[in-house]
């Protein structure tokens, strides 16, 4: 699914956009709170999905190597997280949309779960 | 026996403020060094754990890391409160983070598994009451 196309469905707006590319095409989303889920989940492909607003969330994709954050349910970002998110190039969009609905629509779009890849892997 | 590069951090028990800080250096250091994306990605993803696991349990650490033939080692050592079973400790999901530090989105009992999971060599040692120390060794070749 494009990025602009996720950005429309999820009635997303841009914090900080680095995006130069809005084809670009994603088929995994991390969805979590949880940090350590996206250290042990996430691949490079992911976008994260998460209602935590916090800089340790920007770190977090930096050392995962994640390009996109969606906020979920309006979570805005504090001005450190923000700030941050510019040093690192990392691109804040939030969606009023909870974390459970926007996973349902990215779901429905035909996006996976990142965890999915090593279940099938595993298999 | 070449090094190709070798630092440290030092890391403070419940500083939260610079969560991921030492980790995210070393990847802008690791990444300058022309390393395989995929290879740093792996070793700071293990730091990034080893880091938050000095933060929320330990009362200090540091964060070593060098460069030595075709592999990179990185050794975290901590002064803290060590780990009773570490059998236990290695089982995902598994956790001791109280509930304010899962509030902040760590502390799911995920972090030795995937500092395991992302070294090609681990090891730990931990004595209780004393501290705990990780190696993690990433083959770049």
């Known amino acids: 699914m494009l990025l602009k196309e996720i950005i429309s469905v999820l009635e997303a707006r841009a914090i900080v956009d680095y995006t130069t590319d809005p084809n670009k095409d994603y088929h995994w989303v991390c969805a979590t709170d949880l940090m350590s889920e996206v250290l042990f989940y996430s691949t490079c492909q992911s976008l994260l999905l998460t209602g935590l607003a916090k800089a340790q969330t920007i770190r977090t994709a930096t050392i995962a190597d994640l390009g996109i954050i969606i906020f979920t349910r309006n979570n805005l970002p504090d001005d450190e997280a923000v700030e941050l998110a510019k040093l690192k190039g990392v691109s804040l969009f939030v969606t009023p949309y909870s974390t459970f609905t926007a996973s349902g629509k990215l779901f429905g779009q035909g996006l996976q779960c990142c965890s999915d890849i090593n279940l099938t892997q595993e298999d | ?133 990780v190696e993690i060794i990433v083959n770049l070749y």
């Not at chain 2, 400790?89 to 009992?109: F, I, K, L, N």
């Open chain 2, 1 to 133: 026996m070449d090094t190709l590069i070798d630092g440290n951090f030092h890391i403070v028990g419940g500083d939260f403020t610079n969560a991921g800080k030492a980790s995210t250096e070393l990847k802008t250091i690791l990444t300058n060094c022309g390393l395989d994306i995929t290879k740093i990605r792996r070793a700071v993803i293990a730091a990034f754990e080893g880091e938050m696991n000095i933060i929320i349990y330990a009362v200090a650490g540091t964060i070593s890391y060098t460069i030595q033939n075709g592999a990179l080692k990185i050794t975290l050592q901590d002064i803290g409160p060590g780990i009773k079973n570490i059998e236990l400790a290695m089982t995902e999901g598994y956790s001791t983070a109280p509930d304010w530090v899962r509030e902040m989105g760590w502390g799911a009992g995920m972090g030795l598994p995937n500092m395991k999971k992302n070294a090609d060599i681990f090891t730990i040692n931990s004595i209780v009451g004393e501290g705990t120390t």
